[in-house]
């Protein structure tokens, strides 16, 4: 059996006496974008660092294409691309230098290096910016050259982290044009990391992390759907005492998230109308809205998305 191009088992990872990752596992189907959406501190940039060989796991396993990434980190190396959160471009160098000098470390050279960089220009639309200084380049040319240093070896699994850090919204959604694209032409698979809903409703597959567990996968629209209805929130006076008469009068199960109450109810407007005819001089607001990754988020954790704002230790270095 064809391993997947990526499967992570039972990965747990401590920093000292904080886990960073809590018995993940997981596998990533090939030819598909699989997104790690998390908030800062919820184990991402410690699964990506260890996918990417730069951590040994502590406890469980990871491969990528079959191989181990503790005991075989070298053929691993050979079969990803790797872009990180982090800029790795030489700035004082042209756009053409950077991909040259990559591919360079891979053992690339002459007429076959000279053509995958043409080959990678044109379909990354760099062509006409090759000669030009990275340091005059945009935040969304830049994000695009570091893509086309990690394709430069014809990887055959992506892997990027964060990589729509520090673009404007129509960068953003350029950056997630090509990566469509590159998956669509060469049924690469990639596995990137992100903070961010409206990415990570692009992914075929979300993995989503909690304080180091992962909490659900699946595709959106079935994360979504396991919510089981329409979102209603209320911002109340006197929160808890509303609760707790909510429960009596309907029946529903009500959560208390950021001094908010949260029900998740089919027919949620029905349930705002009796809720305002019951209740009318305790709402003080009512809110409703189909489900969304982040109704999934605090359903699955109990807490909204940004309350977990620990960060996670800092980053010691990148491979080159």
């Not at 290096?113 to 200084?133: F, G, I, T, W």
């Not at 009512?286 to 704002?309: A, M, S, Y």
């Amino acid at each position: 059996m064809t391993p997947p191009p990526v499967r992570v088992e039972h990965l747990s990872f401590r920093y000292g006496e904080r886990p960073a990752l809590n018995d993940v596992s997981f596998d990533v189907a090939p030819g598909s974008i699989f997104g790690l959406l998390g908030p800062n501190g919820g184990g991402k940039t410690t699964l990506f660092r260890i996918l990417c060989t730069l951590l040994p796991p502590q406890e469980g396993s990871a491969s990528i294409l079959g191989f181990e990434v503790r005991t075989q980190p070298d053929a691993v190396r050979r079969v990803i691309g790797v872009t990180f959160q982090s800029p790795s471009l030489d700035i004082k160098l042209t756009v053409l230098e950077n991909l040259l000098h990559h591919g360079r470390l891979y053992g690339l050279s002459g007429a076959s290096l000279r053509a995958r960089c043409d080959s990678l220009l044109e379909r990354m639309k760099l062509a006409d910016r090759a000669r030009d200084l990275v340091e005059t380049l945009s935040g969304g040319l830049k994000r695009r050259v570091e893509i086309a240093k990690g394709l430069i070896h014809d990887p055959r699994v992506l892997l990027l982290d964060e990589p729509s850090t520090g673009l404007d919204p129509g960068a953003r959604i350029d950056l997630w044009h090509y990566l469509e694209q590159l998956r669509r032409e060469s049924a690469m698979t990639v596995l990137v990391t992100t903070h961010l809903m409206e990415e990570a409703e692009r992914c075929d597959r979300l993995g989503i992390l909690s304080r180091g567990r992962l909490v659900a996968v699946g595709t959106p629209a079935e994360l979504r759907e396991s919510v089981g209805g329409d979102s209603v929130t209320i911002q109340a006076t006197d929160a808890e005492r509303l609760a707790a008469k909510i429960r009596e009068r309907f029946a529903v199960e009500v959560r208390m998230v950021a001094g908010l109450l949260r029900i998740e109810q089919a027919g949620g407007h029905e349930l705002v109308r009796d809720l305002m005819t019951a209740f009318p001089n305790e709402v003080s607001t009512v809110t409703l809205g189909k489900p969304t990754l982040e109704d999934v988020f605090i359903q699955k954790t109990g807490h909204r998305f940004w309350e977990e704002d620990e960060p996670e230790p800092p980053k010691r270095g990148r491979r080159r």
